[in-house]
C-alpha cells in the first residue's frame, strides 16, 4: 500500500480514501452479532462459529435481552427489506432477509410464542410442510409387507429382518472409515474440495440424533457417530455421505472458501441451526447420498467392501436396498405424527407407537425419534422434505452426473434459499 501511495504522489495523484464498508457488510456484522447473542440464550442455537473469536466474546459479555433482541432484529430486518441489490448482492440480500425472519420466530418463540408445526416449519426453514393422513400411508406399508412377509407386526417383522444387517460394535469403527473414505473419493472427482480440509471421526452416546457434523472452520469437521443402538450397514454410507462427503463437511467447507473468504461475506461463518440454511443443509446431505452412488453403486461397494470389514452375509442384500427405497415414501408420516403430538393431541406413548408403525422401527429407535422430536420438533421436515426439494432441483439441471454435480456445486457453493429449490 505504501508503494502504491509513492507512485501515486510521484505522478501528483492524489491517493484515494479508504473503502468504506458497504451496506451488506454492515448489515452482515449486525446479523452475526444478534445470532452470537441469541445462542447465548439458548444452548445449541448456533451450530456452528468461526468469525472472529472477539465476536463471539462479546456476545457472552454483553448478551441483549431478547426484548431487545427483538426490537434491533425487527430493525435489521427493515434495513435488510430497504436495501437495493443485484446479482450475487441481491442472493446475499435475500439470504440476509430469510435468516432474519427465522431468527424473530425463533425469539418470539423463547418468550412464549406458540405456533402449530406447519407454521413453525415456514417461519424457521421456509417451506411449509403438506401433513397428509397417516392412513395415506398405509398403501406404502401394505407394499412392504410384501418385501418382508410372515407373521407378527409389520414392525416387528422388518426390524428383524434389519437386524441381520447391524454393524458389530467392534467393526463399527474400520466400517465408517471404509465408508466415509469412499464418500470422500466420489465426491472428490466430481467438486474440487478445499486444500487442507479434514475432519475427526469420533463415536459418542446419549444422543437423539445418529450422526452429527460439527464444524470448525478452516475446512475442518468432527464428525460423531451414535452408538446408543446399532448400526445398520447400509446407513455406514448414508452417514459418510451425510456428515461428511459432500454431505455437512463440504458443505460448510465451501461456503466458507467460496464466500466467507472468497468474498468477505462474514454472515456465512455462522450457522444458526433454526434457519432456512438447514434445509439446504439436510435435503442436499441426504441427497447427496444417491448423487454419490448412483442407482445400484452403492449396494456395488457395500458388497464389495463394507459385508466382508463388518463381517455381514450379503446374500439377501438387494432385498434391504429394496425394503430402504420403499420406505422413503413413509417420510412424510413423521410430520403428521409430530404435528399431533406437539400440539398435545397425541400422548407420548401414543406418539411413539405410531412412529414404530409408520417408521417401521423397534421400540428404541422409535425412542430415541421421539427424543429427537422432543429436542428438534420441526426440524424433522429438513430430512425428507429437504432431499425432495433438493433432488427436484439438481436433477432438473440435466440427466448426466456431470450437469447434476454441476448444479449440486453450485447449491452448496451459493447463499440457496429453500424458495430457490422451487424455480
Same mark, same amino acid.
Given at each position: ?8 504522489? @510521484? ?32 444452548? #445449541? ?5 468461526? =468469525? ?13 435481552? !431478547? ?10 430486518? &427493515? ?28 425469539? &418470539?418463540?423463547?418468550?412464549? @410464542?406458540? /405456533? ?46 434389519? %437386524? ?16 466415509? &473414505? ?13 486444500? #487442507? ?13 445418529? =450422526? ?16 446408543? !443402538? ?28 467460496? /464466500? ?34 448412483? %442407482? ?35 417420510? #412424510?408420516?413423521?410430520? $403428521? ?18 412412529? *414404530? ?26 430430512? #425428507?422434505?429437504?432431499?425432495? @426439494? ?15 454435480? *454441476?448444479?449440486? $456445486? ?10 430457490? /429449490?422451487?424455480?
Amino acid at each position: 500500500m505504501r508503494r502504491l501511495e509513492l507512485a501515486l504522489a @510521484l505522478l501528483g495523484i492524489a491517493a484515494a480514501a479508504p473503502v468504506a464498508a458497504a451496506p451488506l457488510d454492515d448489515m452482515a456484522r449486525d446479523y452475526v452479532a444478534l445470532v452470537l447473542e441469541y445462542g447465548e440464550h439458548e444452548e #445449541g442455537y448456533v451450530d456452528a462459529y468461526y =468469525g472472529p473469536p472477539e465476536w463471539a466474546e462479546a456476545a457472552r459479555a454483553s448478551k441483549r435481552s !431478547l426484548g431487545r433482541l427483538t426490537t434491533d432484529t425487527a430493525a435489521l430486518r &427493515a434495513r435488510v427489506a430497504a436495501e437495493q441489490a443485484t446479482g450475487m448482492d441481491e442472493l446475499r440480500r435475500k439470504y440476509l432477509a430469510a435468516q432474519l425472519r427465522a431468527l424473530s420466530a425463533r425469539i &418470539a418463540m423463547k418468550q412464549g @410464542l406458540k /405456533l402449530d408445526f406447519a407454521s413453525e416449519a415456514e417461519e424457521l426453514f421456509g417451506v411449509r410442510p403438506v401433513l397428509k393422513p397417516l392412513a395415506s400411508y398405509d398403501p406404502v406399508l401394505a407394499k412392504i409387507d410384501k418385501l418382508v412377509p410372515g407373521p407378527g407386526a409389520l414392525a416387528d417383522r422388518v426390524d428383524a429382518f434389519r %437386524k441381520r444387517y447391524e454393524i458389530p460394535s467392534d467393526r463399527l469403527k474400520p466400517v465408517m472409515e471404509a465408508a466415509i &473414505a469412499e464418500c470422500k473419493a466420489r465426491t472428490a472427482k466430481n467438486l474440487p474440495l478445499p486444500d #487442507g480440509e479434514k475432519f475427526d471421526l469420533e463415536f459418542v452416546s446419549a444422543k437423539p440424533w445418529s =450422526g452429527y457434523n460439527w464444524y470448525k472452520g478452516g475446512y475442518h469437521s468432527l464428525i460423531q457417530i451414535n452408538t446408543d !443402538l446399532p448400526t445398520y450397514v447400509a446407513r455406514a454410507v448414508d452417514l459418510g455421505c451425510h456428515e461428511g462427503y459432500p454431505g455437512h463437511h463440504v458443505y460448510n467447507a465451501l461456503l466458507e472458501r467460496e /464466500l466467507v473468504k472468497g468474498r468477505g461475506w462474514t454472515e456465512f461463518a455462522v450457522y444458526p441451526l433454526y434457519s432456512p440454511q438447514s434445509l439446504i443443509a439436510e435435503g442436499s446431505a441426504n441427497y447427496g447420498i444417491d448423487l454419490a452412488f448412483p %442407482k445400484d453403486e452403492q449396494i456395488a461397494f457395500e458388497t464389495k467392501t463394507i459385508y466382508p470389514i463388518a463381517g455381514l452375509n450379503p446374500a439377501t442384500a438387494k432385498a434391504l436396498v429394496e425394503l430402504n427405497r420403499s420406505t422413503r415414501a413413509l417420510a #412424510g408420516a413423521s410430520y $403428521t405424527v409430530a404435528n399431533d403430538y406437539l400440539a398435545g393431541r397425541l400422548t407420548r406413548d401414543a406418539a411413539k407407537a405410531l412412529i *414404530q408403525r409408520y417408521e417401521l422401527s423397534s421400540p428404541a429407535r422409535a425412542e430415541q425419534r421421539m427424543k429427537f422430536i422432543d429436542t428438534y420438533r420441526s426440524y424433522i421436515i429438513n430430512y #425428507g422434505l429437504g432431499r425432495d @426439494l433438493v433432488q427436484a432441483h439438481v436433477e432438473s439441471a440435466g440427466k448426466t452426473q456431470a450437469a447434476r454435480w *454441476q448444479a449440486m $456445486t453450485k447449491l452448496l457453493s451459493e447463499p440457496t434459499l429453500p424458495a430457490d /429449490l422451487r424455480k
